[in-house]
């Protein structure tokens, strides 16, 4: 049984062209400081998930999809749907298609489901994707505009603006040696940003209570974003939705300057069978609902909705405040 606490509940064209536009200053300088204008960026709100379409399909399945409607059996499919009535850049957590998204599968499943909102994606490998499921073989980057880390990562780590947000993508599938200089990108991309709240995604959560458990792979990457102020981290893997209270390097609660980890594998593929809330701060676990995650990010805050698909019936909203890194930096300099 999928335990499921639910809580109480708590922008268009030009937020989509703000999105876009901001990709293309990730390469360059960054200002030595932020003007007033920047400090009141108008909010941007987002959306994620990751572990999203089944095109493993059983004959059975694909008989009854053809006979219904495939959005009335595959979840990738109603996801979708939400996507489709919500207008916003789409932050996609890694596996976007099973069991490793080939060929066969790009215009029969993967361009049905979230293939259809490329424009908007912004995406990592996961599991299920790396060294196969990559920009050339299906049209589109991993990437909106196909700017990253050019030298290293084949594409796979980059950072791009976002209102007052610095939203930094990264990939936990690499080796280790991968891993390290991943890690060195990451720390000179944190040192260049101008924005003053920092959200961070990846595939393979460092905490979690699912069925995977935590991932340390991504730990040293944890560190540096916690030093530098991060305040919100996304991840997927295991198919389930989790909201942790904010969290330090160690696991422990840190209300003060703690990351808050959300892990959303909701985006419809099988929900998974196992996991249960009983990590430390784990505050909401639902294995239950598919669905996306919205999120409005304003200037030194943050609003959370979870949102599922029709028949579904998890339901999380809270509001948060960002570890603005640059106004703790000026007032220690004061």
């Known amino acids: ?30 200002a030595s400081g932020a003007s007033a204008a920047e400090l009141d960026s108008p909010a941007v709100t987002v959306y994620a998930a ?113 209102g007052a947000w610095h939203i930094v993508a990264l990939d936990s599938t690499l080796a280790p040696l991968g891993l390290r200089a991943q890690e060195a990108w990451l720390r000179a991309d944190l040192a260049s940003a101008d924005e003053g709240c920092i959200l961070a995604y990846w595939h393979h959560p460092v905490f979690s209570s699912g069925r995977h458990g935590d991932s340390k792979s991504m730990a040293r ?5 916690y030093e530098a102020g991060a305040s919100i981290l996304l991840a997927a893997h295991d198919h389930d939705y989790e909201r942790f209270a904010p969290l330090a390097p160690d696991g422990s609660v840190d209300r003060a300057r703690g990351i808050r980890n959300f892990i959303v594998g909701t985006g419809g593929h099988k929900l998974d069978k196992v996991g249960s809330e009983g990590r430390t701060g784990s505050e909401v676990f639902s294995n239950t609902s ?45």
Not at 128 to 154: K, L
Request: charge should be positive.
């Open 1 to 30: 049984m999928g335990l499921e606490k639910v809580v109480p509940r708590g922008l268009g064209r030009s937020l989509f062209i703000l999105f876009v536009s901001t990709v293309l200053w990730t390469t360059a300088p960054a």
């Open 50 to 162: 990751g572990d999203i379409a089944d095109c493993n399909l059983s004959i059975l399945k694909r008989v009854l999809s053809w006979w219904r409607g495939a959005d009335q059996f595959i979840g990738g499919y109603q996801t979708a749907n939400l996507l489709s009535h919500n207008a916003g850049p789409v932050l996609v957590l890694g596996d976007l298609a099973y069991p490793f998204a080939r060929q066969a599968d790009v215009s029969n499943c993967i361009e049905r489901t979230w293939g259809r909102f490329r424009n908007r994606i912004a995406r990592v490998p996961g599991n299920h994707d790396a060294g196969v499921f990559d920009g050339a073989r299906i049209g589109w980057s991993r990437h909106p505009e196909g700017e990253a880390n050019r030298a290293t990562h084949a594409r796979t780590s980059y950072s791009f603006a976002a």
């Open 221 to 225: 990457a944890y560190r540096l974003l």
């Open 290 to 334: 598919w669905g996306v995650l919205k999120l409005t990010l304003s200037d030194g805050r943050y609003e959370w909705e979870f949102i599922p698909v029709p028949g579904h019936s998890l339901r999380d909203s809270g509001t948060g405040r960002c570890v603005d890194r640059k106004r703790r930096t000026g007032a220690q300099r004061n």
